[in-house]
């Protein structure tokens, strides 16, 4: 909850308390009915004036001086606030559909093309691939299944499957993209795509700082299948959750989507 609901929530409170003490009060003092009263709390506080009926005793008069007082600026705070909470959620909004065009522009420059690296060095990629095949009638229901599948899935990664000098040098190709992106301010938004962008600089960094990646000894190879295996994991996530974006709110690019799937053995752009 930030600032902003919170002082809602308070506002919100003593509002509600000040209509009860008023709904109370001129039930008591001016002898009105439940619904006359509470009527008459709404009026007094929202300033709209007595066109039909008032306090006439002294200490009903004192009374709607507390409520105009107390209810007007409470009212009137109420209102600021959820104004102010709309138009945060909004600038929200704006913020995270900027944010799904990087990580559309991510996945279209290198993501992709990522996956397709590192799921040569999943040995156990067959388990699973059938249910990375995302077809164009999949609904929210099926894609929270297969991300709860994704999440109990133990990756296997071994980098002796992979060319790791392909790897390198897409990766030294791509790092001016990666870097572009990693600057963009709206990343704040979305940690988990942050800690995405992390893993594959990690994966970058360690490829580039050794001269010759025919020759590693196999512990070296292990610590390399570890670093890829991280980056491999979140991009799995953040794919599936691209994809489902693009369902939504883009169908002619999750149609490409699908059809370019790096995990369908015959996927093809070309409509058939």
């Not at 609901?5 to 009060?25: D, E, H, K, P």
């Not at 109420?78 to 929200?92: D, F, G, K, S, V």
Request: charged share 20%; aromatic share 8%.
């Amino acid at each position: 909850m930030n600032a902003v609901q919170f002082r809602l929530r308070i506002l919100l409170a003593a509002l509600a308390a000040v209509m009860a003490l008023g709904t109370a009060g001129f039930m008591l003092i001016e002898g009105m009915s439940a619904q006359d009263a509470f009527y008459f709390s709404i009026v007094t506080i929202s300033t709209v004036g007595y066109g039909d009926v008032h306090p006439v005793s002294p200490p009903g008069k004192a009374l709607a001086v507390v409520l105009i007082i107390t209810g007007v600026g409470t009212f009137l705070g109420l209102i600021a606030n959820a104004t102010e909470l709309m138009l945060n959620r909004r600038e929200t909004r704006i913020r995270l559909e900027k944010l799904n065009v990087v990580i559309g522009l991510f996945f279209s420059e290198a993501g992709t093309s990522l996956l397709s690296y590192f799921s040569r060095c999943d040995s156990r990629i067959e388990d699973i691939r059938n249910d990375l095949i995302v077809g164009n009638q999949w609904s929210d229901r099926e894609f929270a299944a297969v991300g709860n599948r994704l999440r109990q899935y133990e990756h296997v990664v071994d980098v002796r499957r992979a060319d790791l000098q392909a790897l390198r040098v897409f990766l030294e190709k791509k790092s001016g993209l990666l870097l572009r992106i990693m600057e963009n301010p709206n990343l704040l938004e979305h940690e988990q795509f942050t800690d995405l962008l992390m893993a594959v600089f990690h994966v970058r960094e360690e490829l580039e700082a050794r001269s010759d990646l025919s020759c590693l000894p196999s512990s070296d190879l292990d610590h390399l299948s570890g670093d890829l295996q991280r980056a491999y994991t979140l991009l799995l996530h953040q794919w599936l959750s691209y994809m489902k974006h693009l369902k939504k709110n883009y169908p002619f690019l999750f149609s490409l989507a699908v059809r370019t799937n790096p995990f369908d053995r015959d996927a093809s752009a070309v409509v058939a």
